[in-house]
């Protein structure tokens, strides 16, 4: 387990998830809290192999990760109900570096 400083964004967004995480076999953990206030540990798989090396850096990478989602409920307002999506993929940047 490697202890990590990270930021992480959706392609085309401008939020940004920052903060220090953990890499465990290649998976980025990081802590989340869900709409209900409720902690968790939100995992990025295999962001070792998808990420690469920064320029002049030794401990610094960069890349994309794909993650893909199945039966996500969505809200739609002009029927006020939810409906559920079958599969959602979604393209994150992610920027780590090793901390001691």
């Known amino acids: ?5 990270y930021s992480i964004s959706k392609v085309n967004k401008d939020e940004k998830l920052k ?3 953990y890499l465990v ?9 869900s709409s209900k206030g409720n ?4 995992v990025f798989e295999d962001v070792t192999e ?3 090396a ?4 030794d401990n610094e990478f960069k890349g994309y ?8 409920h969505v809200f739609n307002k002009e029927k006020n109900h939810y409906d559920t999506l079958d599969y959602v993929e979604t393209t994150y940047f992610i920027w780590f570096k090793y901390i001691a």
Do not use: D, H
């Open 1 to 5: 387990m490697q202890k990590v400083v």
């Open 19 to 21: 903060g220090v995480g």
């Open 25 to 33: 076999e290649g998976n980025l953990l990081i802590p989340s809290t």
């Open 39 to 42: 902690a968790y540990i939100r």
């Open 50 to 52: 998808k990420c690469k």
């Open 54 to 57: 920064v320029a002049n850096s």
């Open 65 to 72: 990760v794909t993650v893909a989602y199945e039966n996500i």
